[in-house]
T-cell receptor, first 117, second 115 residues
Framework: NAGVTQTPKFQVLKTGQSMTLQCAQD?????MSWYRQDPGMGLRLIHY???????DQGEVPNGYNVSRSTTEDFPLRLLSAAPSQTSVYFC????????????????FGPGTRLTVT | GENVEQHPSTLSVQEGDSAVIKCTYS??????FPWYKQELGKGPQLIID?????GEKKDQRIAVTLNKTAKHFSLHITETQPEDSAVYFC??????????????FGKGTKLSVIP
């Protein structure tokens, strides 16, 4: 298994440009999520999905869109990049949680380092 | 929503000594508490976790303790080695129904093990 893969590894954008960060997993995980990591801030949840066709907002969703058309893929779209979106972005996946069951281990991808100038 | 505080932000120990990192959480409904290790340029990797029905869990040199009443949990690393140097994150998870949950992370502790 390749686990969780992310592309690209690095990206530089100009303010106002749009782009899509790709995330794929081959573990048949239902739950996928996107985090951003900023110095001294830990990881903050942007959006997550509990299965194909279902997405929801996390703590910091503004400026980002997601969709989940397949179990394997969960792309993150920046609609109009801003310098405040300069960050390292991590995608993660895990098994979903049947009703009443505790959370499962999340597997993280290697990250995408995004700079917006 | 959940709020997770993590201390200290940096920690230096001599090789062979123990390291302790502490976290507190605010939401009494949180029921899963993982610890992640992040090496430079890589994604976080789970090293140990504990669920709310357990007070302590051990895996070789690492252990986690949970005090639900006080809403805090701690990571203990014994006999530290240079390869333990990394940033460690605690997190708390709240189940929000229909298979949905959210992990809230602490801000991280940079551990340096001095040979």
């Amino acid at each position: 298994n390749a686990g969780v893969t992310q592309t690209p590894k690095f990206q530089v954008l100009k303010t106002g440009q749009s782009m899509t960060l790709q995330c794929a997993q081959d573990m048949n995980h239902e739950y996928m999520s996107w985090y951003r990591q900023d110095p001294g801030m830990g990881l903050r949840l942007i959006h997550y999905s509990v299965g194909a066709g279902i997405t929801d907002q996390g703590e910091v969703p503004n400026g980002y869109n997601v969709s989940r058309s397949t179990t394997e893929d969960f792309p993150l779209r920046l609609l109009s990049a801003a310098p405040s979106q300069t960050s390292v972005y991590f995608c993660a996946s895990s098994y979903s949680t049947p009703r009443g069951v505790h959370s499962y281990e999340q597997y993280f991808g290697p990250g995408t380092r995004l700079t917006v100038t | 929503g959940e709020n997770v505080e993590q201390h200290p932000s940096t920690l230096s120990v001599q090789e062979g000594d123990s390291a302790v990192i502490k976290c507190t959480y605010s939401d009494s409904a949180s029921n899963y508490f993982p610890w992640y290790k992040q090496e430079l340029g890589k994604g976080p990797q789970l090293i140990i976790d504990i669920r709310s029905n357990v007070g302590e869990k051990k895996d070789q040199r690492i252990a986690v303790t949970l005090n639900k009443t006080a809403k805090h949990f701690s990571l203990h690393i014994t006999e530290t080695q240079p390869e333990d140097s990394a940033v460690y994150f605690c997190a708390a998870s709240t189940y929000s129904g229909a298979g949905s949950y959210q992990l809230t992370f602490g801000k991280g502790t940079k551990l340096s093990v001095i040979p």
